[in-house]
């Protein structure tokens, strides 16, 4: 049985390096590897707004910022689905009815949900709809039987709690729906990339991302305040490595070829690291390969983003044409879940 894919975003922002190599990466893969039945990418607005009601425009706008970013990193509208979340309403008559099959208690138990609310200020007021949003996700992936479900890590508690829906589902109504599997990025680093401030992971909220869109000037500057070592005073003084951001991103973004091409005085990271944690290496020669591996990373895709700016009326093509399909595909998927169910009157 062939693959469907499915994976989203909330569009509530552009998009940074952590989402670069969280999960647009493994969808260029997947997207290469070929071979599956479909593959949907879906703008979530309808959950952006579960913590942004009061701020409509914002999510409006953001549904083709963050569509540019993904065609400019080079997902293709000829392999790749894309559609718009609040325009497929079958999905909200999934969200009811899964609705039955989740409880309050499971809700808030839920890791994902639990660290969310920790940094809304919503208090004793949570609005339902933030509260019921895995729910709603479950609907997503299974509205279209999706098998694969390509997420950053902090999305594996929506997948879990999505199964358990399924299998829910399935005992009550008999074999409907199918158990969705999560596809994390290969290396660990790139669950949750750092932010530049070494703080915690890559987020637009602590203003600590590298935007796949910013200019050249912007990716040095925050190249150059990265994070480092803090004990790592004097060039001569021995570095750590650990915590240390510049080093992270090399880990993750440097290929063999950037050291012959930037720094032939070393061979590979390791002799790098060798010679950082001996002392003698200073910080601004590190920021520097950083910088110059940064710039290539970014530069092709900025430059396509800004060729695809100039015609926002094809992004709007590609997702009307998208949504289409997918809602098709959500319709159908609906009537075989409320005939299993036993609620069709009609026919
Ligand atoms: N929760 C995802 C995010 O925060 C967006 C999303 C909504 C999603 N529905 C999905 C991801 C279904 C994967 C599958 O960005």
């Known amino acids: 049985m062939k693959d469907i894919i499915l994976t989203g975003d909330r569009p509530t922002g552009k998009l940074h390096l952590g989402h670069y190599v969280g999960s647009l990466k493994s969808r260029l893969e997947l997207q290469a590897k070929g071979g599956y039945e479909n593959f949907y990418i ?21 549904v083709v910022q963050v569509m540019l970013d993904y065609l400019a990193v080079g997902l293709d509208p000829n392999k790749v689905t894309f559609f718009i ?11 009811f009815y899964y609705m039955n099959l989740v409880t309050l208690a499971r809700l808030e138990r ?3 949900v639990k660290e969310e609310l920790k940094s809304k200020e919503f208090k004793n007021n949570i609005p339902m709809g933030f509260l019921t949003y895995p729910v709603s996700q479950t609907a997503d992936i299974t509205a279209f039987n999706a098998t694969i479900v390509p997420v950053g890590d902090d999305q594996l508690p929506m997948i879990e709690q999505a199964r358990e829906v399924v299998r829910s589902f399935n005992n009550l109504y008999g074999e409907t729906l199918v158990e969705p599997k999560a596809v994390l990025p290969k290396d660990e680093n790139c669950y949750r990339l750092v932010g530049i401030d070494g703080k915690a992971k890559m987020s637009k909220s602590l203003g600590n991302c590298i935007y796949l869109s910013d200019e050249p000037e912007e990716i040095k500057a925050k190249v150059f305040s990265m994070y480092t070592d803090p004990d790592h005073v004097h060039v001569e003084d021995p570095g750590k490595i650990e915590g240390n951001v510049v080093f992270t991103y ?3 973004f440097s290929k063999p070829e950037d050291f012959e091409k930037y720094l032939p005085e070393y061979k590979n990271m390791d002799e790098l690291k060798a010679h950082y944690k001996r002392g003698g290496l200073g910080d601004m020669k590190i920021k520097k390969f950083l ?21 926002t009326d094809k992004i709007f093509d590609i997702l009307r044409d998208g949504t289409k399909k997918a809602r098709e595909v959500a319709f159908k998927n609906l009537i075989k879940l ?3 169910m036993g609620i069709n009157y009609f026919n």
Do not use: H, W, Y
């Open 42 to 62: 879906m703008l979530a607005d309808a959950q952006a707004l579960t913590d942004n009601f009061g701020n409509v425009q914002k999510v409006k706008d953001n």
């Open 85 to 95: 979340q609040s325009e497929v309403s079958e999905l909200t008559e999934f969200t």
């Open 110 to 112: 839920n890791p994902t």
């Open 250 to 252: 090399l880990d993750v």
């Open 291 to 311: 910088n110059n591996i940064m710039q290539d990373l970014i530069k092709p895709i900025r430059e396509r983003r800004k060729e695809l700016e100039k015609d």
């Open 338 to 340: 409320k005939t299993n």
